[in-house]
Each structure stands twice: as structure tokens, then as C-alpha cells.
């Protein structure tokens, strides 16, 4: 991904304030309280700014830069 890329570019936009939200959420740890779905988790893994740690979403470096 480039510095100025946006992951989001190719998706609805509904969709892709969803999965914002759902980074929000991973950054925050909200997901202890309201898990993130398996398609939004699934997504975000696919676009490279989430990875699985001990069975638990993290962001990446590319999620952090998407979030600003």
C-alpha cells in the first residue's frame, strides 16, 4: 500500500465507514464488549490492516495509517 492510498477507494461507501468503525473498535479493544463480525474482521484481514494475535485482532501498521 502506498502513503496515500486509501484501502477503502474500492468499496461502498456504507461498507467502508463500517469497517473504519470496526478498526476504531479493534484500536479501542471495544471488541471485548461487542465482537467485530467475521465478514468486517474477514475484510480487514484481506485488505491487510488487521492480523490475528492469540486469537485476537490487532492492527497493523497499514490499519494504523488508515485510521490517520
Not at 28 to 53: I, K, Q, Y
Amino acid at each position: 500500500m502506498t502513503d496515500n492510498a486509501n484501502p477503502f477507494a474500492n468499496l461502498e461507501p456504507e461498507r467502508a465507514i463500517a469497517l473504519r468503525w470496526a478498526l476504531r473498535d479493534i484500536k479501542a479493544r471495544r471488541f471485548m464488549l461487542l465482537p467485530v463480525s467475521e465478514a468486517d474482521l474477514s475484510a480487514l484481514t484481506d485488505l491487510g490492516l488487521v492480523e490475528m494475535r492469540n486469537d485476537m485482532p490487532v492492527l497493523t501498521e497499514a490499519g494504523l495509517d488508515a485510521l490517520g
